[in-house]
């Protein structure tokens, strides 16, 4: 939706994990095309921030368990109406391949942990301006190098967390297109709405046209959430919508 802005609420902390890493390989892949000693900062800084989140939880272990889950999910819609059996049967393959990508044998990133210029940097990121040239020598050095060989390194590096990066875009696409997107009116800007427990939603997504003067605020939980329609305020704070906001609402299960 090219022509609309999408607002996302994660209802579980592995989906807004996995939204964060999202975010962080997205970032890592674009700034990576670039050929400036910025670019190439940027993409390392990306990188670090990927294997943060990754020394805090067992990533691995969380992707396998969402990929099964969602394997199994999908095996017990088999066999209702309308379900295209070839389309299932790719989608199955897929996961099976990214859970076998995750097993304890493949290296999946171990290797960057070792690498002695990422591990200076990474000491240094706590503090503002840590990476400066004058606090590592090393780094300043190593920016110095041919552009080519920067991103050619660069490839290498962020090419080790790849099955974590597909098994991640699989999930949440598969996540994204459980729901069908259901018109809503927010009266005077505010929606609110019960989910029924029984069903594993994970994500909610609202839909608003991309050049609406407003901007969607959500909260909750497994058992309800809220959406609340803002109106930036130019120097001042946001100032709540009044007026009756007509939005699309995806409540994501598999």
């Known amino acids: 939706m090219?022509?609309?802005?999408?607002?996302?609420?994660?209802?579980n902390e592995r989906i807004r994990t996995m939204l964060r890493l999202?975010?962080?390989?997205?970032?890592?892949?674009?700034?990576?095309?670039?050929?400036?000693?910025?670019d190439s900062r940027a993409t390392i800084s990306h990188i670090l921030d990927?294997?943060?989140?990754?020394?805090?939880?067992?990533?691995?272990?969380?992707?396998?368990?969402?990929?099964?889950?969602?394997?199994?999910a999908l095996v017990a819609i088999s066999s209702r109406p309308g379900v295209d059996p070839s389309?299932?049967?790719?989608?199955?393959?897929?996961?099976?391949?990214?859970?076998?990508?995750?097993?304890?044998?493949?290296?999946?990133?171990?290797?960057?942990?070792?690498?002695?210029?990422?591990?200076?940097?990474?000491?240094?990121?706590?503090?503002?301006g840590?990476?400066?040239?004058?606090?590592i020598p090393i780094y300043h050095f190593w920016l110095k190098q041919e552009s080519e060989q920067r991103v050619k390194i660069l490839e290498s590096w962020l090419s080790q967390l790849d099955?974590?990066?597909l098994s991640i875009d699989v999930i949440l696409s598969l996540l994204r297109e459980s729901a069908i997107n259901t018109p809503i009116t927010a009266e005077q800007g505010f929606y609110q709405q019960s989910l029924d427990t029984s069903i594993p939603f994970q994500l909610i997504r609202v839909i608003v046209p991309a050049d609406a003067g407003y901007y969607a605020e959500m909260s909750g939980g497994k058992?309800?959430?809220?959406?609340?329609?803002?109106?930036?305020?130019?120097?001042?704070?946001?100032?709540?919508?009044?007026?009756?906001?007509?939005?699309?609402?995806?409540?994501?299960?598999l």
């Open 130 to 135: 840590g990476s400066c040239d004058f606090d």
């Open 223 to 253: 058992h309800r959430f809220s959406v609340r329609f803002m109106l930036p305020v130019s120097g001042g704070r946001p100032a709540p919508c009044t007026n009756n906001i007509e939005f699309q609402l995806s409540c994501c299960a």
């Open 22 to 38: 999202e975010f962080l390989f997205q970032q890592a892949r674009y700034s990576m095309r670039g050929y400036t000693v910025w």
């Open 50 to 72: 990927i294997l943060n989140i990754m020394s805090r939880i067992d990533l691995r272990s969380e992707l396998v368990k969402e990929l099964e889950r969602q394997t199994s």
């Open 2 to 11: 090219t022509d609309s802005t999408i607002y996302e609420l994660p209802l």
């Open 87 to 128: 389309i299932l049967d790719d989608t199955l393959k897929k996961l099976t391949t990214y859970t076998q990508n995750l097993s304890p044998s493949k290296h999946n990133g171990h290797d960057l942990n070792n690498i002695e210029l990422l591990k200076l940097i990474r000491q240094r990121d706590a503090i503002a």
């Open 163 to 165: 099955n974590y990066r």
